[in-house]
């Protein structure tokens, strides 16, 4: 069972706009390049930069706490370091994420926007070779389109995959068939990375990313429809390589039945 990759994103803000690629360059042991690398504290969060360690998603600004974040529009361009965002009814933002006046530029523009679903100060964290993931573990997240489709029929309503802020949607699979993977390895275009775990879904896919409403409980369709609130899975890259849209995601080879 060969797939395809659909399409590949990064999230270079935690919580915040998808940005579509191309192609991208994986790792061994590393998370998806340029993905997560700052977060937004909502209050004090207790990160430390210099010893740097996991943080719950529940001590910054996120989908899962603030429907709203989805609002902003952000873009990150790699090259400059420039950070862009929009918003309707604000004025647009530019401001260098390499510095400190450009991050607390975006956070003092966010305050902006979020209003009283700030509970505290705003603040944009980051530290070297940090990432901030949802699991310490989570290194590169997939969705497999097919099983979005067969969700979409048992609740009879579309589901916009980028609910799910993964890093690769792969085409090409049997629905539902990567919940058995776990431990297994498979290619990514010309790399190779072992399947670490299914992903538990939280509030966040409830947020309508066009919207920004939060209008189903997709935590409860899975558990009513499947009996658990899974939906994709985490990899660790295993040997490195380039990535691009259309390449190939190979299943992994399964053990014959005894």
């Not at 504290?41 to 930069?49: A, K, L, V």
């Not at 862009?84 to 926007?113: C, H, I, K, N, Y």
């Not at 964290?125 to 989570?138: C, K, Q, S, V, Y």
């Amino acid at each position: 069972m060969t797939g395809h990759v659909a399409a590949l994103y990064r999230h270079p803000i935690k919580g915040f706009t998808p940005e579509r690629l191309n192609q991208a360059m994986l790792s061994v042991g590393q998370p998806f390049p340029c993905d997560r690398l700052w977060a937004v504290e909502n209050g004090p969060s207790g990160f430390n930069p210099q010893a740097p360690a996991f943080i719950p998603k529940q001590k910054f600004a996120v989908l899962m706490a603030i429907a709203h974040v989805a609002k902003a529009r952000t873009a990150y361009d790699e090259t400059t370091g420039v950070l862009r965002a929009v918003a309707q009814g604000q004025p647009d933002f530019q401001g260098s994420m390499a510095d400190e006046a450009g991050r607390a530029g975006f956070a003092t523009w966010l305050t902006a926007l979020l209003g009283d679903e700030v509970r505290g100060e705003l603040r944009v964290i980051e530290a070297p070779g940090h990432r901030f993931m949802d699991h310490p573990l989570g290194h590169v997240s997939i969705i497999n389109l097919a099983s979005l489709r067969d969700l979409e029929q048992k609740i009879g309503r579309p589901l916009d995959p980028l609910r799910f802020r993964a890093n690769l949607y792969v085409e090409g699979w049997e629905p539902w068939a990567e919940m058995a993977w776990a431990g297994r390895e498979l290619m990514l275009g010309f790399a190779r990375a072992k399947v670490f775990k299914p992903i538990i879904r939280c509030a966040a896919t409830h947020v309508d990313p066009e919207t920004a409403e939060r209008d189903m409980d997709v935590v409860k369709a899975l558990f009513d429809n499947y009996g658990h609130m899974f939906c994709g899975i985490y990899m660790h890259v295993t040997d490195g390589g380039q990535i691009t849209v259309g390449d190939a995601c190979t299943a992994p080879q399964m053990e014959p039945a005894r």
